[in-house]
Nanobody
Framework: QVQLVESGGGLVQAGDSLRLSCAAS????????MGWFRQAPGKELEFVAG????????AYTDSVKGRFTISRDNAKNAVYLQMSSLKPEDTAVYYC???????????????????WGQGTQVTVSS
């Protein structure tokens, strides 16, 4: 099992950057494919970015491509989401999620992820 704790959220202005971190417990973090999701008020949970076990493969939703970067440090049991050129529409609660993986696959569906953090609020003002 793995437990996830996000941090790094906050209130920023449009155009600013922010880095979210997700700290994972457990010795087998490198066995998990990781994802970042977000949920804005009144909207469904949305896949934002994902990375494979070694971070050799990454994926992004179209609206964040070129602005967000997912990375991970397996030695530190951590995954990060570097967000730049933030827009008001990026405002949401951001969740870190993990799924045990046996290959380099990335999953975009929240239904595939078995472990979730508590979320961290990101608010972008215009």
């Amino acid at each position: 099992q793995v437990q996830l704790v996000e941090s790094g959220g906050g209130l920023v202005q449009a155009g600013d950057s922010l880095r979210l971190s997700c700290a994972a417990s457990g010795r087998t973090f490198s066995m998990y494919s990781m994802g970042w999701f977000r949920q804005a008020p009144g909207k469904e949970l949305e896949f934002v970015a994902g990375c494979s076990r070694s971070a050799g493969i990454t994926a992004y939703t179209d609206s964040v491509k070129g602005r967000f970067t997912i990375s991970r440090d397996n030695a530190k049991n951590a995954v990060y989401l570097q967000m730049s050129s933030l827009k008001p529409e990026d405002t949401a609660v951001y969740y870190c999620a993990a799924v045990l993986a046996f290959n380099s696959q990335i999953w975009r569906s929240e239904n595939e992820y078995g472990y979730w953090g508590q979320g961290t609020q990101v608010t972008v003002s215009s």
